[in-house]
């Protein structure tokens, strides 16, 4: 098998929610001594988002960096989400502000695990203040943003 199969194997995992899988495949596929690339490192962050693993998901993204490989915004988008799954809202917050440093382009998608993170720790005028930035931006949100947003301020009493 190649890279190109492994990464295939790695996002089928990633699909199904089996995060530990992902990890043996990535294992096995540099034990061949295949080089893993920004594809397999998505792949894998985003296995680590669905088990529930944001430690592990930024540890794979220290790893991506030190191999010189260069973050996109699917990785930063996984990451966020990650860290979104894991109550980490400060760290997603952090990781964002990481992405606009980069000059990377935050789509909906990252706004909306930004929202939610907030919106897990009760952070509502972060949420809002997210959903204003998006808008300013230009980006349109969608039935998940509005949701999100809603969640935050209902639980903020707003």
């Known amino acids: 098998p190649n890279i190109i199969t492994y990464n295939a194997l790695i996002s089928a995992c990633a699909k199904g929610g089996h995060w530990g899988k992902a990890l043996g495949l990535f294992a096995e596929l ?14 894998l962050t985003s296995a680590c988002e669905k ?12 790893e991506m960096q030190r191999r010189g490989l260069e ?6 988008n996984a990451l966020i ?8 809202w400060e760290k997603a917050l952090a ?14 998608v990252v706004y909306n695990a930004l929202i939610s993170a907030c919106e897990k720790g009760d952070q509502w005028e972060k949420a809002l203040a997210l ?9 349109e949100p969608d039935i998940i943003t509005y949701s999100a947003l809603i969640s935050a301020c209902e639980k903020g009493g707003q």
């Open 131 to 139: 959903f204003e930035q998006l808008q300013r931006r230009g980006l």
């Open 51 to 62: 088990g529930g693993q944001w430690e592990k998901a930024l540890a794979l993204f220290d």
């Open 95 to 108: 990781i964002f502000d990481e992405l606009q440093h980069r000059g990377l382009e935050p789509n909906v």
């Open 71 to 76: 973050p996109n915004v699917i990785t930063y």
């Open 81 to 88: 989400s990650a860290c979104e799954k894991g109550g980490q």
């Open 30 to 43: 540099q034990r061949c001594g295949l080089k893993p690339t920004i594809i397999t490192y998505n792949a």
